[in-house]
């Protein structure tokens, strides 16, 4: 049985919050040559190749009640589709902006909680919500003004990765974690490798080529930080509480944005600063109140 080890776990999410940022300025580099197409098939297809030894030396087993399956197939839709739109957003939004836009996703998830669920939400947690949501139409505004619609795929990726986080949250105690990207990886493939294949040459959100040396190697360390991102994430949740872990979530903002300015010397203008900081104590605040609920609850 895992006993708890806080400073394990925040150290693994700390990983986990320079990690993806990395992948995510990858991506924005490599989006600007490669297809997303492409860039989601070796980013999945790594997957697999990398958790194969640990599945192939793992005790647990890999088959899954039908019902499990069926949730593990949406839930691979649901990850192919925000990375997806998150990659795409890149070409269009800088790094820092992108990322704290699709931090929504919290006040997304108690919505859908309170709707969906039928969890209680209290007025102090909706009211942080509704501050959360105006801070991001802070982040968006500017952006908005910049390139038009594609500001808003964050907002997609928020919507798509709460319902994501959903679905997961009904399978997780079932399967183990790494055997649940392994088989979710092979799905992932498995549904992406014929639009690689068939997809005319024109159609430039899946259309492929053989790209150059450096860029092949970025698309290895792509699919290496995404899947030990996750890796790290999910390993971080079996040695600390969420409750701790959550609000270390938030790291991810400001590292996107080192890295963002490092690489591609972009930093949020006065307006979305603004609103990235009303996202972050908005955030910061609901997940106050949900340890404050969960110490008081019997």
């Known amino acids: 049985m895992t006993t708890d080890r806080p400073l394990l776990g925040i150290s693994l999410m700390l990983g986990f919050c320079v990690l993806a940022p990395l992948g995510d300025a990858i991506a924005k580099l490599l989006g600007e040559t ?23 030396f793992a005790p647990q087993s890999l088959r899954m009640t039908r019902p499990i399956f069926k949730l593990t197939v949406i839930r691979t839709v649901l990850h192919i589709l925000g990375i997806g739109a998150m990659f795409l957003s890149l070409r269009f939004l800088p790094l820092a902006d992108a990322v704290a836009i699709a931090f929504v996703m919290p006040f997304i998830m108690l919505i859908l909680g309170k709707t969906v669920l039928n969890e209680t939400v209290g007025a102090h947690r909706m009211v942080a919500c509704g501050v959360g949501f105006i801070g991001t139409l802070l982040v968006i505004q500017p952006n ?40 979710s990886g092979i799905i ?70 080192l890295v963002g300015w490092a690489i591609f010397h972009d930093l949020p203008n006065g307006l979305a600063a603004l609103g990235i900081a009303i996202t972050i104590g908005a955030g910061l605040y609901v997940i106050r109140r949900e340890q404050i609920i969960a110490r008081t609850a019997p």
């Open 34 to 56: 490669i297809s997303i197409g492409m860039l989601l098939g070796v980013r999945f297809s790594l997957q697999v190749l990398l958790l194969a030894p640990l599945v192939l």
């Open 144 to 183: 908005f003004a910049n390139v038009g619609a594609p500001a808003l795929l964050p907002l997609f990726v928020a919507v798509d990765f709460a319902l994501f986080m959903l679905v997961t949250r009904k399978i997780a105690k079932q399967v183990d974690p790494v055997s649940l990207q392994f088989v």
């Open 188 to 257: 992932a493939v498995t549904f992406l490798l014929p639009l690689l294949i068939l997809a005319p040459d024109d159609w430039a959100a899946t259309h492929t080529y053989w790209p150059p040396t450096t860029d092949i190697a970025l698309l290895f360390l792509l699919g290496a930080l995404g899947t030990m991102a996750h890796l790290l994430m999910t390993w971080s949740l079996r040695f600390a509480p969420s409750a701790t872990l959550a609000p270390m979530q938030y790291l991810e903002i400001p590292v996107a944005t």
